[in-house]
């Protein structure tokens, strides 16, 4: 055996000198298998059962496609609202020091933390008729926002914040300052400093951020239910169309469902992967 | 100097210079509205869940608390979480070695299929198991003829938490121990440790906080699941409720007093959870900035433990 630590070394060296490798290449496997890749072919293999014809039948029933309509459509104007508000929010807690400031930098990560039904009944509590903010908006402004579409809306802006504030927070810290003083010292104002200078650098974090918290309201299930109404046809949501398969012990309906929700995480997964090795060469740090 | 000093305590870097700084009109326009955004979405919701939840004082808010099925709720919650947790960590610490200390093919695709958990939603993974191990599921004849019960029962829930908690500990341990290298353990190595020795004497101590950090987002996690849990738990009271699970029953019986009381219990679980990652990163801060003003940085050091890490996107 040679030496292992030798600049000459074979770049497979490392796997004679650390113990280890055979026993957690095993169990990482196995174990990966049995929790994750076994139970999401299940989904896969299932569907197999259908032609597909029957397949389009199943998933283009017209409740099914209200409900897609509304998960995707209210998941994106979230995410839009997040991208907005939480690029504000990611800013002032880089940009600004002001009072309260580490509260409300800790408190970002709250709708991570908190359990999606104990979320889901406070905010429909708070946006019923009589709720702390529903007598201001239903009351005096006449929007009803529970049971409406519109609460589907609120419930999937909470589950998203986070992602957006914490994928920018770090890319803003990083900013150098050498930038912008170069753009002020060529006489551009603050505006375009921003416009020209900052925000390119920012917009694949921007965009990264924004896809993580689509992806995520897609799936949301316990911030949405308490609050949607579930109305057929009008504030049902994807994912509780697929419950409501399984208690009707419809499983093929159910799967075929799942079949169309696993296929979009894919490709989010997939783009999310593209926008973190973009967000990765542009600022030069990884996500 | 001290003047310096003083407004370093007030100011960030950015309001110091004049080329990032933004005139106090906008500043505070931005900070007002970014402030009123965060109440309405994040504190409000925070607020209601314990306004509620005391609305009719402290007597009925603790015999809430005190009843049997909560009570039961609370145990399964914390046996669930007391499975699935370790199970998760074993293979967090096993799968970072893996990937942190060796090179090999399809490294790259293994880290993405560690991560698959986060993006399938939550019903989804109830349905899978429901699809193996249900009546009608693949191994449903055979579970009936030898009398196991998976779906409705531990189990299942059991299986549907350990996929929700999957790569949380594992992804924070994997970019730490990356990040840390293999020198230490290699010269360890070296001069005759085995590997359990290297592992509890060089590689522990240098990732116990990022053990710590993915432990607690764990077990939140673990102890608020519901969609995935629901899915496969069939619901009975005082059995296979978990406390997440009795927040909707009792809410769906129109009692939202006790409802609340029960979730108070998970948004204190949220409060703790957030306050220990705060301090974590806190610590990591500090050993960074203290080792910038010292000698050479170790990039080691500035991984001690994750920064500002989303819970769920990573």
Known sequence: MSLPLSATAPRSSARRVLPGFRLTLGYTLVYLSLIVLIPTAAVFLR???????????????????????????????AAAINAVFGLLLAWSLVRYSFPGKKLVDALVDLPFALPTAVAGISLATLYAKNGWLGRIFEGALGIKIAYTPLGVLVALVFIGLPFVVRTLQPILEDLDSELEEAAASLGANRWQTFRHVVLPVLTPALLTGFALAFARAVGEYGSVIFIAGNIPRVSEITPLMIITRLEQFDYTGATALAVVMLVFSFVMLLAINALQSWTARRTGRTL | MTALAATALSATRFERNTATRENPLIKWSIVGISLAFFILFVLMPLFAVFGEALRRGFGPYFAAIIAPDALAALKLTLTTAVIAVPLNLVFGVAAAWLIAKFDFRGKQLLVTLIDLPFSVSPVIVGLMFV?????????????AAHNVKIIFALPGMLLATIFVTFPFIAREL??????????????AVVLGANGWQVFWHVTLPNIKWGVVYGVILANARAMGEFGAVSVVSGKLRGQTTTLPLQVEILYNEYNFAAAFAVASLLALLALVTLAVKTWIEHRADAAYDTSELGMEAPAA??????????????
């Open chain 1, 47 to 77: 569907t197999m059962e259908l032609s597909f014809g029957q397949f389009i039948d199943v998933i283009s029933a017209p409740r099914l496609v209200a409900s897609y309509r509304l998960s995707f459509g209210a998941s994106l104007l």
């Open chain 2, 301 to 314: 050091l500035e991984a001690t433990a994750p920064r500002t890490a989303p819970i769920s996107t990573k």
């Open chain 2, 174 to 187: 994997i970019p730490l121990m990356q990040a840390q290298g293999r020198e230490e353990e290699e010269a």
């Open chain 2, 131 to 143: 699809l193996l191990f249900g009546a009608n599921g693949w191994f449903g004849h055979w579970l």
